[in-house]
């Protein structure tokens, strides 16, 4: 049996800490992984045998993970939306659907959604071995292109506990396209915030871009145990929500506006676009990130390595006065639910 025998699967609790059926599978590559985390604990009470088993214990018990996967058109945006908070998603029109997310309103309970992760791995006697993890809470979602790459994403979670007592789902894979680089643009200047049946638009494409990365982090509560009688931790409680991410492109006259920018202290939207080329009812499989206030965070950097000039931008993404929200991740799917 080899690695790839391995599964992955999700569901969304109804009520945080009880396990469902994990009936959506997501496909990942080779750095993804959950641990079991026991706190367990040793006495510093003196007696005659100090190394007597009666002197372990443990108080309580948590577990945490990561999910590297590749960005695809279909079968992510539950995900997504637990990821990052709000999500909805809109008929446009014959089989195209448009799915929007943004990151907790002000004032909205401070709670992601909760899921049920199962894990199962093939072992060399070809069993399986299945932990499930209910209570899962993502702590980050973190988009990665690299120069003639594809887009991938890896999520960190948080969760309360691990069973080994729940039976593997039987989830089938399903088919979706993938983002790529050759479907990459990257725009900036004055935002056009999306509708539910229009995608956000930006002012100027940037012609030189090489790479991006794009992060959500979710300030999550961890240390939350609860005197229950559980030994677990209460529901992750979300106390804030910061975007930040990276632009490298060609060190040329738009580049230099950007800089300018960061030298004059000034925000610009930001967009960066996906597009698979694949036709659906409606136009084609899209991922759109869009940003009406980033600012620079540090200096632009060019590189001095002799090599051909490119420049770095870090940057992160503020709610801006007449901004519905900080980010706005918007898809065009086929699917019709998130």
């Given at each position: ?97 448009q799915q929007n997310f943004t990151p ?213 993404a503020y709610l801006g006065a007449s ?16």
């Amino acid at each position: 049996m080899t690695y790839r025998d391995a599964q992955l699967t999700v569901g969304v609790e109804s009520a945080f800490g009880t396990p469902v059926t994990t009936g959506r599978r997501v496909l990942y590559t080779g750095n993804s992984g959950f641990d079991f985390q026991p706190n367990d604990a040793e006495s510093e009470e003196l007696t005659f045998d100090v190394d007597a088993s009666s002197q372990l214990y443990r108080p309580v018990v948590s577990a945490a993970g990561s999910i590297d996967l590749r960005t695809k058109a279909k079968g992510l945006g539950f995900l997504h939306k637990a990821g990052i908070g709000t999500g909805v998603s809109t008929l446009v029109s014959a089989s195209t659907y448009q799915q929007n997310f943004t990151p907790l309103a002000t004032g909205a309970a401070p709670f992601l959604d909760p899921l049920t992760v199962q894990w199962v791995q093939k072992l060399v006697d070809n069993t399986d071995d299945v932990n499930t993890f209910p209570g899962c809470t993502i702590k980050s979602i973190e988009w990665k292109i690299d120069n003639a790459g594809d887009l991938n994403e890896t999520i960190e979670v948080e969760a309360r506990t691990m069973s080994t007592a729940i039976a593997k789902s039987a989830v089938a894979v399903s088919a979706a396209n993938p983002f790529t680089f050759a479907g990459f643009t990257a725009y900036t200047g004055a935002l056009t915030e999306p509708t539910t049946v229009l995608m956000p638009t930006c002012a100027t494409q940037l012609t030189a871009v090489k790479s991006m990365s794009l992060k959500i982090e979710n300030d999550i509560v961890t240390d939350d145990y609860r005197g229950d009688g559980t030994g677990l931790k209460g529901q992750h409680a979300v106390q804030g929500q910061v975007v930040t991410g990276q632009l490298v492109m060609d060190y040329n006259a738009q580049a230099q506006t950007l800089r300018n920018a960061w030298i004059a202290n000034t925000a610009t939207g930001v967009l960066c676009k996906f597009d698979t080329g694949v036709a659906l009812g409606t136009g084609t499989d899209q991922l759109v990130f869009a940003m009406a206030d980033v600012r620079c965070t540090g200096q632009p950097t060019p590189n001095r390595d002799g090599k051909f000039p490119t420049i770095t931008f870090p940057f992160k993404a503020y709610l801006g006065a007449s901004s519905a929200a900080k980010l706005f991740v918007c898809a065009r799917t086929a699917d019709a639910a998130l």
